[in-house]
């Protein structure tokens, strides 16, 4: 079954304590991309990356970091997380563009982060 | 830049009622525009898409038209059910830029 999986999918930590939130995708696709969700603002760009050892920041960067090493995995780190990181947090990836046309994203179930 | 204006919500309906979303949006080149929805607990889901003006997107029933005379993409159904409860996303990306802007979201509960 074609998906894009999320670990954790909850996390309470405590500000200060490094973390990491794993995303995998097996649909082989090039473009992957984090977003954060938080109440009135819809989603937001963290993260993206056009390919294996590819990434850009997106609309609010500040405080995280990503990887893409391989083209299956994008993790997310947050090397010191702060209580303004709390949220929803969602992975994605697509075949980026294709036949003259921005191909749709495939989303995971999404990560509930809670720095305390 | 590019920007998506949604319908603020939250909407309640009853079932079998016609649900209208506004979505309106700003962008500096020739986007495609989508709708995902998003159900409780679960990630968003691409509902229906259009890539190009006066193209209609739909699936399960609901519609939207590209209408670039007034930068717009709203959402229709004519007739909605309990299973139709979500928050539902606006959202677009130009030509060759794989980043998705996303409106607010608007949150529909429909009532049997």
């Known amino acids: 079954e074609a998906q894009v999986t999320q670990n954790p999918r909850y996390l309470i930590t405590v500000t200060g304590k490094k973390l990491t939130v794993t995303c995998s995708q097996n649909?082989?696709?090039?473009?992957m991309s984090w977003y954060r969700q938080d109440p009135g603002l819809g989603l937001r760009q963290i993260y993206y990356?056009?390919?294996?050892?590819?990434?850009d920041k997106g609309d609010v960067p500040e405080g995280y970091k990503v990887s893409r090493k391989e083209k299956r995995n994008f993790p997310l780190i947050l090397e010191s997380p702060s209580p303004n990181q709390t949220s929803l947090y969602f992975c994605?990836?697509?075949?980026?563009?294709?036949?003259?046309?921005?191909?749709?994203?495939?989303f995971g179930d999404g990560t509930r982060l809670s720095i305390l | 830049g590019n920007s998506v204006t949604q319908m603020e919500g939250p909407v309640t309906l009853s079932e079998e009622a016609f649900l209208t979303i506004n979505c309106t949006y700003t962008?500096?080149?020739?986007?495609?525009l989508f709708w995902y929805v998003q159900y409780p607990g679960e990630g968003l889901q691409l509902l229906l898409k259009?890539?190009?003006?006066?193209d209609k997107g739909s699936n399960k029933g609901f519609e939207a038209t590209y209408r670039k005379e007034t930068t717009s993409f709203h959402l229709e159904k004519g007739s909605v059910q309990v299973s139709d409860s979500a928050v539902y996303f606006c959202?677009?990306?130009?030509?060759?830029?794989?980043?998705?802007?996303f409106g607010a979201g608007t949150t529909v509960t429909v009532r049997a």
């Open positions: 994605a990836s697509s075949l980026g563009y294709r036949g003259n046309n921005n191909q749709p994203q495939h």
């Open positions: 649909m082989n696709h090039e473009y």
């Open positions: 990356s056009m390919n294996v050892e590819v990434t």
């Open positions: 962008a500096t080149g020739y986007p495609s």
């Open positions: 259009a890539t190009k003006a006066d």
């Open positions: 959202a677009l990306s130009d030509r060759g830029d794989y980043k998705l802007s």
